[in-house]
Nanobody, 115 residues
């Protein structure tokens, strides 16, 4: 069974930083995009940031300039550096992998930003 392993969530104050990490253990072929989504209670899951196998990135407008996504193709890992966190960033963050045309999700990690 495909499994993504996430780490790095937690509780911080506004203005502080967190780094989320996601690993795809085992041998993967054909990974296209890796990224992070988030979902707060009562809302739909939304894209936070994504990165292609070639390093191209895309960010939600709300996180541009504050979050940075990076990827290690050899290790099949993707990280999200989150700086200048705001209370509205509070959410469950999900790692996402697109392999060929198949989507895989992590179990989610809670990020809570207090004001």
């Amino acid at each position: 069974q495909v499994q993504l392993v996430e780490s790095g969530g937690g509780l911080v104050q506004a203005g502080e930083s967190l780094r989320l990490s996601c690993a795809a253990p085992g041998s993967w072929f054909g990974i296209r995009n890796m990224g992070w989504y988030r979902q707060a209670p009562g809302t739909q899951r939304e894209l936070v940031a994504t990165i292609t196998s070639g390093g191209g990135t895309d960010y939600a407008d709300s996180v541009k300039g504050r979050f940075t996504i990076s990827r290690n193709n050899a290790k099949n890992t993707v990280d999200l550096q989150m700086n200048s966190l705001k209370p509205e960033d509070t959410s469950v963050y999900y790692c996402h992998v697109l392999q060929f045309n198949s989507h895989y999700w992590g179990q989610g990690t809670q990020v809570t930003v207090s004001s």
